[in-house]
Nanobody, 115 residues
Framework: QVQLVESGGGLVPAGGSLRLLCAYSGRSLGITSMGWYRQAPGKQRGLVALIVSGGNTNYADSVKGRFTISRDTPRNTVDLQMNSLKPEDTAVYYC?????????WGKGTLVTVSS
């Protein structure tokens, strides 16, 4: 089992920045990738950013150049730095850990970007 806890969400004006943090614990040795997903009201949950074990990253087109994902393995954290935020970035952001056979999810943190 892997436990994930997100933090860092909040209310920010358009153009502002936020840094989300995901702290994970448990049987993390088998994790092959970690990522951030988001779900806006009335929409499906979708990928925001992904980082694999080798360090390669992948981003949704809508956040490229604005968001940066990073993983600190000794500290067991995955951060998402979000800059130049837009109202359409408003969503609940979820941390994900993938072990190859199972996905683990945190409970989410709400990000609200005001126009």
């Amino acid at each position: 089992q892997v436990q994930l806890v997100e933090s860092g969400g909040g209310l920010v004006p358009a153009g502002g920045s936020l840094r989300l943090l995901c702290a994970y614990s448990g049987r993390s040795l088998g994790i092959t990738s970690m990522g951030w997903y988001r779900q806006a009201p009335g929409k499906q949950r979708g990928l925001v950013a992904l980082i694999v074990s080798g360090g390669n990253t992948n981003y949704a087109d809508s956040v490229k150049g604005r968001f940066t994902i990073s993983r600190d393995t000794p500290r067991n954290t995955v951060d998402l730095q979000m800059n130049s935020l837009k109202p359409e970035d408003t969503a609940v952001y979820y941390c994900n850990a993938h072990s190859g056979i199972k996905d683990y999810w945190g409970k989410g943190t709400l990000v609200t970007v005001s126009s």
